[in-house]
Nanobody
Framework: VQLQASGGGFVQAGDSLRLSCAAS????????VGWFRQAQGKERDFVAV????????QYTDSVKGRFTISRDNAENKVYLQMNSLKPEDTAVYYC???????????????WGQGTQVTVSS
């Protein structure tokens, strides 16, 4: 599975962005997909994950109620809708895929290249 993240940009606090993760590979629909982010000088942190089977989702507490992860298996895409963005959301955002998704970056097999999100106050 090859992944490509896109949709990042420079926005003001309170704005919205939608990130996309496009995947190649016929079995993408059988992979859980997660979004992670890495701020400068910090570790890569979990943001959200969506399962392939029942589309169950999980979010880190800091984005609950603001971010929504979704997927379109027919289009081989996963999205991260980000609303009410805050300066602390500034980071490089990565999508990742694995047969068994989790909250831990080390457990994902496939990664996209990352897309920069910068939120100005």
């Amino acid at each position: 599975v090859q992944l490509q993240a896109s949709g990042g940009g420079f926005v003001q606090a309170g704005d919205s962005l939608r990130l996309s993760c496009a995947a190649s590979g016929r079995t993408f629909s059988r992979y859980d997909v997660g979004w992670f982010r890495q701020a400068q000088g910090k570790e890569r942190d979990f943001v959200a994950v969506i399962s392939w089977s029942d589309r169950r989702t999980q979010y880190t507490d800091s984005v609950k109620g603001r971010f929504t992860i979704s997927r379109d298996n027919a289009e081989n895409k996963v999205y991260l809708q980000m609303n009410s963005l805050k300066p602390e959301d500034t980071a490089v955002y990565y999508c990742a895929a694995d047969r068994y998704g989790s909250l831990y970056a080390s457990e994902y097999e496939y990664w996209g290249q990352g897309t920069q999100v910068t939120v100005s106050s």
